[in-house]
């Protein structure tokens, strides 16, 4: 008979926020500080394609008994669908994997820029506003520009930025180099970490993929898919429940927190501790910081 796992954390486990290393508004202590004021026990960092707030979160978890989920949202794209990969428990210093997101951050901060004098020529922006939103640490995105159209009184916040300014239909929006979704799950997988597809049935342009190709996602290793998160519709839940059951998967319920710069609160959603279990069980990549 097999031995029931030891379980060496202890849930709520919300596996989903952002630092200011990313596009979140607090520095990683703070992050931790409030998902634990909210109850949660275990937490994972997972910045926008980034590992730089790990250390100084694993220090709060320490320090107030939580448990640590090392983790990262990986940037993709599958044709126009912009695919977040959330990473957890990977080697943080793979090659091919830092290898990649550099190329991912490098190309960001161009694409800022270039959204930002494309702005520019209507409204009175410039990029020192962004590059004063950001810390020296910040995977550059369009929250910070978000955050620099607030700070002009331009725009309320972030949501009314990505409401109107920011939205690709205002003809100002530039993509950003990503991998593709199959190359994404690898590098996690390869890095001994878990893929986990973030909020992946959102009804704007993170439409759901087509099915064929999530089921070449599991072939090269895909874990699971993060199912309760505020974002998802009720229909794409259903739909990927069924393909959960058909191939065994991990599923995942988090909160996406970051900070004030969206309404996301901690704990709002969780993730069951059995499914925490089977990602800390798969991955070899690095170990959990346990209390
Ligand atoms: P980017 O990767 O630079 O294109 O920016 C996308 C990021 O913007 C995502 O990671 C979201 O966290 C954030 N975002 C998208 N929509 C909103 C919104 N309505 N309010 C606040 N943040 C948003
Ligand atoms: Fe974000
Ligand atoms: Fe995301
Ligand atoms: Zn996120």
Redesign the pocket.
């Known amino acids: 008979m097999a031995s029931a796992p030891s379980r060496r954390f202890a849930g709520p486990s919300d596996l989903h926020t952002?630092s200011n290393h990313?596009?979140g508004t607090e520095a990683p202590a703070e992050v931790v500080r409030q998902v634990h004021a909210h109850g949660v026990r275990t937490v994972a960092l997972t910045d926008?394609d980034r590992t730089t707030g790990w250390e100084q979160a694993a220090v709060e978890t320490a320090a107030l008994g939580m448990t640590f989920i090392p983790g990262m949202?990986l940037?993709s794209k599958h044709e126009w669908r912009?695919v977040?990969v959330l990473g957890y428990l990977f080697d943080p210093d793979d090659a091919a994997l830092r290898a990649e997101t550099e190329r991912i951050r490098g190309d960001?901060i161009g694409?800022?820029e270039r959204i930002v004098r494309s702005i520019g020529r209507d409204y009175d922006l410039q990029w020192a506003d962004v590059v004063a939103q950001t810390t020296p640490d910040a995977?550059?995105?369009?929250?910070?520009?978000?955050d620099a159209l607030v700070a002009l009184g331009i725009v309320r916040?972030?949501?009314e930025?990505?409401?109107g300014i920011?939205h690709p239909r205002e003809g100002y929006?530039e993509?950003?180099y990503a991998p593709d979704p199959l190359t994404a799950v690898r590098l996690i997988t390869d890095a001994g970490g878990v893929a986990i597809i973030a909020h992946p049935v959102t009804a704007?342009r993170d439409r759901m993929m087509p099915v064929p190709f999530i089921e070449r996602l599991i072939a090269a290793g895909l874990g699971g898919f993060e199912i309760d998160h505020r974002e998802n519709t009720e229909p794409g839940k259903r739909a990927l429940r069924e393909i959960v059951k058909k191939h065994d998967l991990i599923v995942t319920g988090s909160s996406?927190y970051?900070g004030t710069?969206?309404?996301n609160v901690p704990g709002e959603n969780t993730t069951a501790d059995a499914m925490v279990e089977r990602i800390i069980e798969r991955a070899t990549g690095t170990a959990p910081r346990y209390p």
């Open positions: 952002h990313s596009d926008h949202e940037s912009s977040h960001r694409r800022a995977t550059v995105g369009r929250p910070h520009i978000a916040d972030r949501a930025a990505f409401d920011l929006y993509p950003h704007g996406d970051h710069g969206k309404p």
